[in-house]
T-cell receptor, first 113, second 113 residues
Framework: EPEVTQTPSHQVTQMGQEVILRCVPISNHLYFYWYRQILGQKVEFLVS????????KSEIFDDQFSVERPDGSNFTLKIRSTKLEDSAMYFC???????????FGSGTRLTVV | AQSVAQPEDQVNVAEGNPLTVKCTYSVSGNPYLFWYVQYPNRGLQFLLK??????LVKGSYGFEAEFNKSQTSFHLKKPSALVSDSALYFCAVKRGNTGKLIFGQGTTLQVKP
């Protein structure tokens, strides 16, 4: 069964450093998403991406965050200057379209120290 | 605003007994409803969805859910629980074909032998 692949599975970074979280969505999917889950809390929407542009973003997704689809297969989330409160599990997801379920990756656990 | 409530933090059932994990939602317009399961250190796995049609939807691993518009509920059910069903279950909703999924806080299902 096709999978969404995320790398790395765990990343530790120092506060103020930039991090890039990588995702390879399912190849025929057109819609891409990032969500995050702070330990013990809900899964929260960050951003959706379609046709090479952001289609929706949450208030969490401020100027420190950016997304990119640099080639035909990767979808990245960059956090420009990490803060302690950015520590969370970050999930990438993709879907064929708005009427379909989302396929989530296994997540990247980001720890900011 | 969209919201999802899962009123139980934990549900305990004996193996072989039926299980129900509750979910209620609030959304303007037509809801798209989803259930996801999360095993330890894994991503979110899609179980089933309701978009339109029959109120009873069947999904993976023998799970089903019933959409009840008047009660704004989408409870997850299974006739006979397995120990391997023990995991964290998330209900999610989005408004129509918009991209943003709103998750409930999750319910831990514990199935005892």
């Amino acid at each position: 069964e096709p999978e969404v692949t995320q790398t790395p599975s765990h990343q530790v970074t120092q506060m103020g450093q930039e991090v890039i979280l990588r995702c390879v969505p399912i190849s025929n999917h057109l819609y891409f998403y990032w969500y995050r889950q702070i330990l013990g809390q809900k899964v929260e929407f960050l951003v959706s991406f379609y046709n090479n542009e952001i289609s929706e973003k949450s208030e969490i997704f401020d100027d420190q965050f950016s997304v990119e689809r640099p080639d035909g297969s990767n979808f990245t989330l960059k956090i420009r200057s990490t803060k302690l409160e950015d520590s969370a599990m970050y999930f990438c997801a993709s879907s064929e379209g708005p009427d379909y379920g989302y396929t989530f990756g296994s997540g990247t656990r980001l720890t900011v120290v | 605003a969209q919201s999802v409530a899962q009123p139980e933090d934990q549900v305990n059932v004996a193996e072989g007994n039926p299980l129900t994990v509750k979910c209620t939602y609030s959304v303007s317009g037509n809801p798209y409803l989803f259930w996801y399961v999360q095993y330890p250190n894994r991503g979110l796995q899609f179980l089933l969805k309701y978009i339109t049609g029959d109120n009873l939807v069947k999904g993976s691993y023998g799970f089903e859910a019933e959409f009840n518009k008047s009660q704004t509920s989408f409870h997850l059910k299974k006739p006979s629980a397995l120990v391997s069903d023990s995991a964290l279950y998330f209900c999610a909703v989005k408004r129509g074909n918009t991209g943003k999924l709103i998750f409930g806080q999750g319910t831990t299902l514990q199935v005892k032998p």
